[in-house]
Nanobody, 123 residues
Framework: QVQLVESGGGLVQAGGSLRLSCAAS????????MAWFRQAPGKEREFVGA???????TYADSVAGRFTISRDNIKNTVYLQMNSLKPEDTAVYYC?????????????????WGQGTQVTVSS
């Protein structure tokens, strides 16, 4: 059974940093793209960033320059480093794994999902 488990969420003041982790089990994702999405209260889930099998990354405009995705294929883990956090970054953050190695922005390209971790940024 494939599982993605996020960790690292929490409460942080505006301007602070957090690093989210997503540990995968049941399947290796070394040849697959991994992504982060988020869902704020009352809003639809939205794309945050994705990393391809080769390490290339793409980000939503709202987080570009502040967030960085990385991966450790030996640990089968992907990370989201979030710096200069803003109150509008408050959301549940989800990790997703795809079958393809390409870093797509669409949810439909990802077949495996974690349960999410809450990130709250206070002003």
């Amino acid at each position: 059974q494939v599982q993605l488990v996020e960790s690292g969420g929490g409460l942080v003041q505006a301007g602070g940093s957090l690093r989210l982790s997503c540990a995968a089990s049941g399947r290796t994702f070394s040849n697959s793209a991994m992504a982060w999405f988020r869902q704020a209260p009352g809003k639809e889930r939205e794309f945050v960033g994705a990393i391809s099998w080769s390490g290339g990354s793409t980000y939503a405009d709202s987080v570009a320059g502040r967030f960085t995705i990385s991966r450790d294929n030996i640990k089968n883990t992907v990370y989201l480093q979030m710096n200069s956090l803003k109150p509008e970054d408050t959301a549940v953050y989800y990790c997703a794994g795809g079958r393809s190695g390409l870093a797509y922005r669409s949810e439909s390209r990802y077949d495996y999902w974690g349960q999410g971790t809450q990130v709250t940024v206070s002003s």
